[in-house]
């Protein structure tokens, strides 16, 4: 069965009820829920979760899966031998002392599963467990559990915005309403069909109908904005991406893309003047450097404000002040603008990004879309002439996407520069002017 | 040395320091640092490993002595005097004396933790030392989550100098980065609460141990060894007459 409904419809307390970790003080309940007659417990149910770093439990892959079943009291060769046979369900093929930290996202979602299932539950809860994959995890996930659910037996109840990923694989689809109850509910077919235009619009991935794509004025003369030659990247003094050469024009977009772990947000800090590159050089153009000199690295952090906006991909990293308006005064103060300079962008910023009601709200209080926009809008605040997104469009709903890319498609008309890293392919398709693949 | 239980490594380890901060003299500090040393010779540690991860300890330990040195318990003659510094007879033993004893307790506690994996510490502190498996496993869950603090840490840093307020008030920046990895290390915590919840963690079934913590005899070798250094290196001050116990005259 796949869940949907506008965020805040309460989708994934639901699933948190029915896996039975809902603390008693946890707001407020009425009426009964039921798993097989009785009231929810952990064990009948089996939950995962959207996040793969935070649901690993232990070092190893094989005590990761047994955890479940000691906690149920299995004995220790009952134990293994479920353990085996859910790493085999899920398709893990790793040995039981590898380091779970060294898994990638898609087969750390599937170590998630397969503990789930090493529990040999009725009922599998799935929270949008493919949002924070790349392409080739969405599939790895999604074929581990349909193959699960054939093996099992069990009932699978899944929560995702993108519809396509389950579309072909689930029963029933139930629509719930934000405030209580059930819109829709039947069969793919009739409830996308009936109901996909009205779901669209709340922000769910409904294939037939796919979000508003700006149109694009193309610009003839592009500037040079930055350049690299003969880059070389990396954390530490380890290049993880080597020999890099690209331009970064102003009026065009430049897409990053590749696999997890190739050193994708690498090098767009690196771009962004926040990384020393390890070897080569990143050299700004003559007009975005003025004068402070032809290497982002070596400008001054308030340097960076009017040549060089950063997005980050998470949110969060970047939030410095106590509300949002604050937050969004942080950089033209920086700048030594004045007051009524910085109302005034402040202002525009709130309401050009939806976000003047939450003007006096704490940013970390905010929802995924909101402190998205709000990110975004922290960057914008100093009109930077480069803006490099590390996955601007992570975990986002159709309409918030939609609204971004218009945005960045605004911006790049303009004479903005626009870097992303993304494996969002709708996003390369609807933005880039160039695309840099990694491998 | 990396089949023996964990709980023995510790526990050993302890029995010897409590041995070793008894009594404050050279005699007693030596003689464990020497038996101690003869045991290493048996162990077959690498030498790099061995003077790598033990270098904390050689540098704290004349570190400390230098302190003691300067700052110790006047006795004798007086060599050295600047402010309250006064280095004297009695303060050079008590230095002497005091590195000697860092290092007889810090050496055999690293190389007894080199080989330490905690998951099997987690096993045998709640199979073997029976301490409360929810309290063990939480701190086991929660000791996973330091290297995503790193990282968020690292970012943190990286941001602050895209906003622009990287150039000054260093101090100011560290206390805001450091709320902010506050916030995020609840957050991360509670998610990770909610797995081990949905895992059956908590719930009211006699829990189960899918590896075994093995103990046996020689666990308690390891153990004896360590007491055994300890109570001769006290004995030895006793028969030399250098003990000093450390309440007291």
Not at chain 1, 185 to 210: F, N, T
Not at chain 1, 261 to 285: D, F, M, N, R
Not at chain 1, 418 to 430: G, P, Q, S
């Amino acid at each position: 069965m796949l869940l949907l409904g506008q965020s805040g419809a309460g989708k994934s307390t639901l699933l948190q009820a029915l896996a039975g970790v809902l603390a008693d003080d946890e707001g407020e309940r009425e009426g009964t829920m039921l798993v097989d007659g009785r009231p929810p417990a952990p064990g009948r149910a089996g939950l995962v979760l959207q996040d793969p770093d935070s649901q690993l439990i232990l070092a190893r892959v094989g005590d990761d899966v047994a955890f479940g079943c000691e906690n149920l009291g299995v004995q220790r060769d009952e134990t293994w031998r479920r353990v085996h046979e859910a790493l085999d369900a899920v398709g893990l093929d790793v040995a039981l002392d590898r380091s779970t930290s060294a898994l990638s996202g898609g087969q750390k979602q599937r170590l998630a599963l397969a503990g789930v299932i090493a529990m040999q539950p009725g009922l599998i809860l799935l929270d949008e467990p493919t949002a924070n994959l790349d392409p080739q995890g969405v599939t790895e996930v999604r074929d581990a559990v349909v193959r699960v659910a054939q093996l099992t037996g069990a009932t699978l109840i899944v929560i995702e915005h993108r519809v396509a990923v389950w579309q072909g694989v689930v029963d029933r689809v139930v629509v719930l309403e934000t405030g209580g109850g059930a819109i829709a509910d039947g069969d793919p077919g009739s409830v996308l069909g009936a109901r996909g235009a009205e779901l669209a619009a709340g922000g769910v991935w409904v294939a037939g109908h796919p979000p508003a794509r700006p149109a694009r004025r193309h610009r003839a003369a592009e500037q040079l904005m930055l350049e690299t030659r003969e880059l070389s990247v990396g954390r530490s003094r380890m290049a993880v991406q080597e020999g890099i050469d690209l331009r970064v024009c102003g009026g065009a977009t430049l897409a990053i893309t590749g696999p997890n772990g190739a050193g994708k947000s690498t090098l767009g800090l690196t771009l962004a003047g926040l990384l020393p590159p390890v070897g080569g050089e990143v050299v700004a153009g003559a007009e975005l450097a003025g004068d402070a000199g032809p290497h982002p690295i070596k400008w001054r952090s308030r340097q960076l404000l009017t040549r060089i906006g950063t997005v980050f991909q998470q949110p969060e990293h970047q939030f410095i002040a106590a509300t949002v308006r604050a937050e969004l005064e942080v950089g033209p103060k920086a700048l030594g603008l004045s007051d009524s300079e910085t109302r005034t962008r402040v202002s525009e910023l709130l309401d050009r990004l939806r976000l003047a009601s939450l003007a006096e709200a704490n940013p970390f209080t905010l929802s995924g879309g909101e402190k998205r926009r709000l990110s975004v809008a922290t960057a914008l605040a100093t009109r930077p002439r480069v803006l490099v997104l590390d996955e601007p469009t992570f975990g986002q709903d159709s309409r918030t996407w939609s609204e971004l890319v218009a945005l960045l498609a605004g911006l790049v008309d303009d004479g903005t520069a626009v870097v992303t890293i993304t494996h969002d392919l709708d996003l390369v398709d609807a933005l880039a002017d160039a695309t840099v693949t990694l491998s | 040395m990396t089949t023996v239980n964990p709980v023995a490594k510790l526990a050993a380890a302890l029995l010897l320091a409590i041995c070793l901060v008894l009594t404050i003299d050279w005699v007693s500090a030596t003689v464990a640092l020497a038996l101690e040393f003869v045991v290493f010779a048996f162990i077959r540690m690498k030498a790099r490993v061995f003077w790598l991860r033990t270098l904390p300890v050689w540098i704290a330990a004349p570190l400390t002595g230098v302190t003691i040195a300067l700052y110790g318990q006047t006795d004798g003659a007086i060599y050295f005097e600047f402010a309250l510094a006064r280095v004297s007879d009695g303060s050079i033993t008590l230095a002497i004396a005091t590195v000697l004893r860092v290092l007889a307790i810090g050496l055999p506690a690293v190389v007894l933790f080199v080989s330490i994996d905690p998951t099997d510490l987690a096993d045998g502190l709640a199979q073997r030392a029976k301490l409360p498996a929810r309290f063990v496993l939480g701190a086991l869950a929660g000791m996973r989550l330091v290297p995503l603090f790193m990282e968020d840490w690292r970012s943190l840093e990286l941001a602050r100098r895209a906003r622009g307020v990287a150039d000054t008030g260093r101090i100011r920046r560290i206390a805001g980065q450091a709320f902010a990895l506050f916030v995020l290390s609840i957050r991360r915590g509670s998610a990770l609460a909610t797995a081990m919840e949905a895992r059956g963690f908590g719930a009211p079934a006699q829990r189960t141990w899918a590896r075994e913590s093995p103990w046996g005899s020689r666990e308690w070798l390891v153990m004896a060894a360590g007491l055994s250094i300890g109570l001769v290196a006290i004995a030895a001050a006793v028969l030399s007459g250098r003990w000093n116990f450390i309440v007291g005259p």
